[in-house]
């Protein structure tokens, strides 16, 4: 549940860590090596219990102190305040922060009822953000129609085109309707504290899916014009 809230978070705010790409398979991969070299081996070496969860919570605490204080960072200064924004990064602040004290609740001892709440609150903060974020869709349903129109054209086709199976995510659907507002990427960037370079990658990917070329013609085939 750590892993994928991690990459959540990560995914959603494009935060690099040490230059590292917190992919799942990467904190997989991380979480196990901790696990078997700060727990494991402390423990067949000494055989307490109690050291083998110091060795191993006090390190990895300290690795989630440092995601904290790379995704305040992030957030702390915003340069377009957004009201679904700002609602979104308070949801997730309070995801991250549940994250950071479970190894710190671990070290104190075993209180599944604690830290049962708090994995539960971070899920609950992270459903409220898909669920507010389709919230956002409906508000603003109208931007969204020509794509939605062609989105429906094509799947009453006889053969749905692998861009229609494989369509625009949440992220890239906001992505979308900043383009449509003739946002530039470095503006898109900063409004959802992603850098220039992952909003236009998310750009170019919504243009392949919509089968158009480039930002001009996904403006004149989706533009406010089609709205």
Known sequence: MGIFLFHYIYREYDIRILNVHLTIANISIYGALC?????????YFTGSLDTARVCFTVPVSLICLYFLWAFYGRISK???????????????LLSVICMILLPMLTLIGDYQWLTFTIVNTSFYAITAIEI????????????MNALLNYYKAERNKEIAPKFFT?????REIEMAMSVLDGRSYKEIGD???IAE???????SNIFKKMRVKNRTEFMERFGKKKL
């Open 132 to 143: 507010d974020r389709y919230l956002y869709f409906l508000e603003h349903k109208k931007k």
């Open 197 to 203: 370079k992952t909003a236009s990658k998310h750009a």
């Open 78 to 92: 915003p340069k377009n305040p957004n009201k679904f924004v700002l609602r979104r990064n308070k949801l997730s």
């Open 35 to 43: 696990f078997f070299g700060l727990f494991l081996l402390p423990y």
């Open 191 to 193: 409004e959802y504290f």
């Open 166 to 170: 494989r369509g625009l995510t949440g």
